[in-house]
């Protein structure tokens, strides 16, 4: 394909861009020295309008011209980057990321720096690494142990520090998650909190947005966020509104449920009076396949009526999680020890299996995947599905999941193929959906190396970019670009990231509109993408022609909106 065809540019790039409004030039001569030139590159701003010819100079780490320089620029002491035929645009913005520990591990963020990934949003799915108790359970000390960590913080404000004393090499921004919360103040019990309980919660969401989180996250489909009912959620994402923070949710079904999930996750933006993003949009199992246009409906719906509702998705059509997703929450009430076992008595197990099996029932145990063991006496497992390792024990897939399970502790992570092609089509096509991995910053070396990872981690934006807008043609490259860039910023309040302007913030990405695509597979997941030259973080390079430079030039980003009513 041609790279004319591939741009798609609404009439002609540099007379149109030249008379946008968004793309004027702040009057005046640009500074007599730069840090650093981008020369000739077609730049796409990032707010979906059509590409246009342009240098780019930035100093003090932000953009700060835009337009034709002078053609000898040899004078100039900047480091100067050639950008002909290739795309520069903002660096890509990941809504649903779940780094954390991880860039402690490896602060080079190596598989999403490498995908142009900028700045990642990390807490999701009711998860995040804070707060927490000043000391290690038995359950947790081994998994530290393996990273090669020892806590030493209880909060966000603590956990920035960590952070912020080694360097990163993108920017970090982060939610606060329910499931995080409700554990360090109720535990894995399976019931509503007390008032004391609630009033805590509340004083925790309240001291997380004071330090700087953008908002609430839950994970309703996971335990022990998804012991909580809608009231709770209300009284917590109530004190996010006050803060002009926002609710994200994994909803409580993503597959026979889902619409009624989806409802719910409205009502509670609605009752909360609060933004809603919608984490990874699906439709799970062959016979829920039909319902994603009516979730469209009620997303829509629910925008007529005011209701500040996006949606994230992965360009992928599998999932990852843990084999426990699939055991009903009553199973897992009590934490991992009571769950397995609830699992090694057969009465207890098999009340279990109808439920399993009816979650289970619009997608196989044969599209589910093994994709990380603990145990060296079974990971020769890893890569095989439910149904094919269950035979080769002479088991039934329940009975070999639930023997599994008891063997690795409760930690059996998998990857499930449960989405259609269309629906992720149209999913990814949707105004309202920006593009997000949903994965980690890992690396095919050290700690982070280990089992199948999804392949998400290493080349959700490369993917996106390469098969489902230039091969096939979903979307214009400006309308794609805008997805993964000013969307996702004016979802997180960022007003100086996320667009090609001046005074912004130099997070850029520069790559060959021809080349860019995903590498990594299900069966070779850990390989970097191609396409991308270089990628920047407030003004630096971190990738230099597809190479990491060992660069940390990451900030820690904080809820910018201030809050704005007192807490009842």
Known sequence: MKRRQFLKLSGQMAVVAAFSPSFLIKPGSPPVEF??????????????EPA????????????????????????????????????????????????????????????????????????????????RKAELSEEAQSSWQELGLKPTWVDLAGFRERLLAQG??????????????????????????TASELGKMKELVAAAMEQGTFG?????????????????????????????????THVRSEDNQVIEAVGEAISIAEEAQLPLELSHLKACGQRNWWKMPFLFD????????????????????AYSTGLTVFFPHWALAGGAKEFLRKVAAAEERQKMRPEVEEKLAGMPWERVV???????????????????????????????????????????????FGMSDTNTEAVLRHPLVMIASDGSALAPY????????????????PRFLGVYVREKKILSLPEAIKKITSLPAAKMGLKDRGAIQPDYWADIVIFDPDKILDLATYTEPEKYPVGIDYVLVNGQVVVDHGEHTGARPGQILSNPKKRVGVRS
């Open 35 to 48: 840090d650093l030139i981008i020369q000739n590159g077609t730049i796409i701003n990032g707010q979906g």
């Open 52 to 131: 246009f010819q342009a240098d780019i100079g930035i100093s003090g780490g932000k953009i700060r011209f835009i337009g034709r320089l002078a053609k000898d620029i040899s004078r100039q002491p900047a480091k100067i980057i050639e950008a002909a035929d290739r795309i520069v645009c903002p660096g890509f913005i990941d809504i649903h990321s779940h780094s954390g520990l991880e860039l402690l591990v490896n602060p080079k963020a190596e598989s999403k720096i490498r995908q142009g990934v900028t700045t990642e949003l990390s807490g999701n799915c009711g998860g995040s690494d804070f707060p």
């Open 168 to 193: 990163i090499s993108l920017n970090y921004a982060t939610l606060v998650g329910h499931g995080t919360l409700r554990s360090l103040v109720m535990g894995d019990e399976r019931r509503p909190p």
């Open 216 to 248: 609430l996250s839950t994970g309703l489909e996971y335990t022990p966020s998804g012991f909580a009912e809608r009231e709770e959620i209300i009284e917590l994402c109530r004190v996010v509104a006050e803060f002009g923070g926002f609710y994200a």
């Open 298 to 317: 009620l997303i829509e719906k629910a925008r007529a009526r005011g209701v500040e509702v996006t949606a994230d998705a992965y360009p992928y059509t």
């Open 370 to 416: 093994i994709v990380d063991l603990k145990t060296e006496k079974n990971k020769p497992l890893i890569g095989q599905n439910i149904a094919a390792a269950a035979k080769s024990r002479k088991q039934d897939p329940f009975n070999f999941s639930c023997d599994l399970l008891l063997e690795e502790d409760g930690e059996v992570s998998i990857v499930g």
């Open 446 to 461: 050290g700690p982070l190396h280990r089992g199948l990872p999804h392949p998400r981690n290493y080349g959700t934006f």
